[in-house]
């Protein structure tokens, strides 16, 4: 009590300063009023609310969020994010299946109070690690049912949170549930003070993800082929792997490669760079393959995912400059082991699953990649041994859907 008084002070002052800020920061400008509290007032109603703070939690909750509305076809749904990014990616996947798109409270009492008073939430479903103590208050003194799903935490914050244990104890038990993704996590949020009683590994969203369908996709690999698939390719990253790619040849004689351009106004600049090389290049868009060709530009919309379960190897572009890589598990999921430059802070909790269990590896230059590539053209037994491990990891992780559909179950009737 003594912390909502303090902090209703505070926000007295800091509101005001935020707004002033934005008109310097647009970011800061962004969903400022309902993040006062100045939401639309919804009728009563069942009612299953998410909150992503941005874009990867968004993603993360799309195969939760649209199996909720399956499943619970009376409930509303209403989704919340913390930035302008993830509020722009609710809109483009969820427009048509959410009541209401909006911003999470700023977290003092009359912010989240109102926010309460009118969404009217049955059950607020919280994505990784977003614990703040007036809304966790506010929630559980009104008797709502929130869970904090997909928990993790990082190395590094852990080792912060720990200090400050005294906090997040009573955060933490606040929460009707804690679901963390693995039993690291478990561990750390027990170290933390979360109940053992109420906390429970639930696997990772992330990996509850399903195969594109194939049946239309009438590619051929050609015989004897091995195929190196590089997807969301970004400028300076093809001249690796084409420089890569023209030293691997020497040894491979049978291999191919896909290159795909993460933005396809670069697709003609990729094209001449493939042809420089002095190998046979073709076009999807012009329905080549390798019976003719050695190199295919994927010129072609919506194809990347399923052009994955033709390939022998993936390679994630995105990752050898400041991108962040893309997602890896596109290509996990077909059982293709997954190679990546260092910079993958986009995916780094996906990456650290899959090279702890052999699945992908992490490289930081073109003869690194090189290398990993030829080890795993020439070492049949190490290939296949890393196949597995995409299977494998995919068997470990997977269900995190289904498990959060049972919670619901019990509070959505």
Same mark, same amino acid.
């Given at each position: 009590?003594?912390?909502?008084?303090?902090?209703?002070?505070?926000?007295?002052?800091?509101?005001?300063?935020?707004?002033?800020?934005?008109?310097?920061?647009?970011?800061?400008?962004?969903?400022?009023?309902?993040?006062?509290?100045?939401?639309?007032?919804?009728?009563?109603?069942?009612?299953?609310?998410?909150?992503?703070?941005?874009?990867?939690?968004?993603?993360?909750?799309?195969?939760?969020?649209?199996?909720?509305?399956?499943?619970?076809?009376?409930?509303?749904?209403?989704?919340?994010?913390?930035?302008?990014?993830?509020?722009?990616?609710?809109?483009?996947?969820?427009?048509?299946?959410?009541?209401?798109?909006?911003?999470?409270?700023?977290?003092?009492?009359?912010?989240?109070?109102?926010?309460?008073?009118?969404?009217?939430?049955?059950?607020?479903?919280?994505?990784?690690?977003?614990?703040?103590?007036?809304?966790?208050?506010?929630? *559980?003194?009104?008797?709502?049912?929130?869970? +904090?799903?997909?928990?993790?935490?990082?190395?590094?914050?852990?080792?912060?949170?720990?200090?400050?244990?005294?906090?997040?104890?009573?955060?933490?038990?606040?929460?009707?549930? +804690?679901?963390?993704?693995?039993?690291?996590?478990?561990?750390?949020?027990?170290?933390?003070?979360?109940?053992?009683?109420?906390?429970?590994?639930?696997?990772?969203?992330?990996?509850?993800?399903?195969?594109?369908?194939?049946?239309?996709?009438?590619?051929?690999?050609?015989?004897?082929?091995?195929?190196?698939?590089?997807?969301?390719? %970004?400028?300076?990253?093809?001249?690796?792997?084409?420089?890569?790619?023209?030293?691997?040849?020497?040894?491979?004689?049978?291999?191919?490669?896909?290159?795909?351009?993460? *933005?396809?106004?670069?697709?003609?600049?990729?094209?001449?760079?493939?042809?420089?090389?002095?190998?046979?290049?073709?076009?999807?868009?012009?329905?080549?393959?390798?019976?003719?060709?050695?190199?295919? $530009?994927?010129?072609?919309?919506?194809?990347?995912?399923?052009?994955?379960?033709?390939?022998?190897?993936?390679? $994630?572009?995105?990752?050898?400059?400041?991108?962040?890589? *893309?997602?890896?598990?596109?290509?996990?999921?077909?059982?293709?082991?997954?190679?990546?430059?260092?910079?993958? %802070?986009?995916?780094?909790?996906?990456?650290?699953?899959?090279?702890?269990?052999?699945?992908?590896?992490?490289?930081?230059?073109?003869?690194?990649?090189?290398?990993?590539?030829?080890?795993?053209?020439?070492?049949?037994?190490?290939?296949?041994?890393?196949?597995?491990?995409?299977?494998?990891?995919?068997?470990? *992780?997977?269900?995190?859907?289904?498990?959060?559909?049972?919670?619901?179950?019990?509070?959505?009737?």
């Amino acid at each position: 009590m003594i912390y909502q008084i303090f902090s209703f002070l505070f926000s007295i002052i800091l509101i005001p300063v935020i707004f002033i800020l934005g008109f310097f920061f647009p970011k800061l400008k962004a969903g400022f009023f309902e993040k006062c509290g100045n939401y639309k007032n919804l009728e009563k109603d069942k009612r299953i609310v998410f909150y992503g703070i941005s874009v990867g939690e968004i993603q993360a909750l799309e195969g939760l969020i649209k199996k909720a509305k399956e499943t619970f076809s009376d409930a509303k749904i209403v989704i919340m994010t913390g930035t302008p990014t993830g509020q722009e990616l609710a809109k483009k996947k969820f427009s048509e299946i959410a009541e209401y798109i909006t911003y999470f409270p700023f977290d003092f009492p009359q912010c989240v109070n109102s926010m309460i008073k009118k969404i009217k939430p049955s059950v607020f479903l919280v994505m990784e690690t977003e614990l703040w103590p007036n809304y966790t208050y506010a929630l *559980h003194k009104n008797k709502i049912p929130f869970y +904090v799903i997909n928990a993790r935490i990082s190395d590094r914050t852990f080792n912060s949170y720990k200090k400050l244990k005294f906090i997040f104890k009573p955060i933490l038990e606040r929460f009707t549930n +804690v679901f963390p993704q693995s039993q690291q996590d478990y561990d750390k949020f027990i170290a933390l003070g979360a109940k053992e009683n109420t906390t429970k590994i639930m696997g990772n969203l992330k990996f509850d993800i399903k195969k594109p369908d194939i049946s239309n996709l009438n590619f051929e690999r050609g015989e004897n082929t091995k195929i190196i698939l590089a997807g969301s390719t %970004h400028s300076g990253e093809d001249e690796i792997v084409l420089g890569a790619f023209v030293n691997l040849k020497k040894e491979f004689s049978n291999l191919k490669l896909m290159i795909a351009s993460r *933005h396809p106004e670069r697709n003609e600049k990729v094209f001449e760079l493939m042809q420089k090389t002095g190998f046979s290049c073709g076009k999807r868009s012009n329905n080549d393959n390798f019976k003719e060709k050695d190199i295919i $530009l994927i010129d072609t919309m919506g194809e990347l995912g399923k052009l994955y379960s033709v390939c022998d190897i993936a390679f $994630l572009g995105g990752s050898f400059n400041k991108t962040g890589g *893309h997602n890896p598990l596109e290509a996990t999921i077909w059982e293709k082991p997954v190679i990546s430059g260092a910079c993958i %802070h986009n995916f780094k909790d996906i990456y650290a699953i899959l090279t702890n269990n052999g699945a992908a590896k992490i490289v930081k230059t073109q003869q690194e990649l090189e290398y990993a590539f030829a080890s795993l053209l020439q070492e049949d037994e190490q290939y296949e041994i890393t196949k597995e491990a995409c299977k494998n990891v995919f068997e470990k *992780h997977s269900g995190a859907v289904k498990f959060v559909i049972d919670v619901l179950q019990n509070i959505v009737k």
